[in-house]
């Protein structure tokens, strides 16, 4: 069975600029997370989904971030405009029971 | 506002020697306590995993040992391996049907074993 994937490993931007992480969770896990892990710091939780509903945005910084589930396969999380204090690195995660959850190996954004 | 406190930072044990790595939750509501284990350029890995209803659960060289009274919690690492070399991660949350079963991770340690 495939594990938690994301896209791309690593994004390098300039203030300012958009990007977009992609998330592809595990067949099945209709439970979806976005964490951040800024500066050695603790890794927060930023939103979840149930397929493709939002159930808790709380975690989201503001909004410049912008995250999508669309027909509750993948997920996107797009920063718009970045700022330099949104490096860090983002992974998703997925669980079927909302217990144990599943991490994708991370995107590392950095906006110089 | 830090609800779960991790330490230490970091750690250095001996080959063949005992790790160990504590945590302090706050919010009593929290009923599941996993730890990660993340290498680098990986993402976290579910190690072991705690309910509040048991004192210690052992997973081969991994014991979770649980404190309910003293809201602490901490992972033991036996016969502490070059191979055990990692950051680890404790966590809470709130499992049940209302709630989101989002992590709430402690800062994190990083082990490193010596040969």
């Known amino acids: 069975e495939a594990g938690v994937t994301q896209f791309p490993s690593h994004s390098v931007i300039e203030k300012g600029q958009t990007v977009t992480l992609r998330c592809d969770p595990i067949s099945g896990h209709d439970n979806l997370y976005w964490y951040r892990r800024v500066m050695g710091k603790e890794i927060k939780f930023l939103l979840h989904f149930v397929k493709e509903s939002k159930q808790d945005e709380s975690g989201m910084p503001n909004n410049r971030f912008l995250a999508e589930r669309t027909g509750g396969t993948y997920s996107t999380l797009k920063v718009q405009p970045a700022e330099l204090e949104d490096s860090g690195v983002y992974f998703c995660a997925s669980s079927k029971n909302r217990v144990e959850q599943f991490f994708g190996p991370g995107t590392r954004l950095t906006v110089l | 506002q830090q609800q779960v406190k991790q330490s230490p930072q970091s750690l250095i044990v001996q080959k063949g020697g005992i790790s160990i790595i504590n945590c302090a939750y706050e919010?009593?509501?929290?009923?599941?306590f996993p730890w990660y284990q993340q290498f680098p350029g990986k993402g976290p890995a579910l190690l072991i995993a705690i309910r509040p209803d048991v004192s210690e659960k052992k997973e081969g060289r991994f014991t979770i040992s649980f404190n309910k009274s003293a809201k602490q919690f901490s992972l033991h690492i036996m016969d502490s391996q070059p191979g055990d070399s990692a950051t680890y991660f404790c966590?809470?949350?709130?499992?049940?049907?209302?709630?989101?079963?989002?992590?709430?991770f402690g800062q994190g340690t990083t082990l490193q074993v010596k040969p």
């Open positions: 919010n009593t509501a929290f009923d599941y």
């Open positions: 966590a809470a949350s709130m499992s049940g049907s209302s709630n989101t079963g989002k992590l709430i």
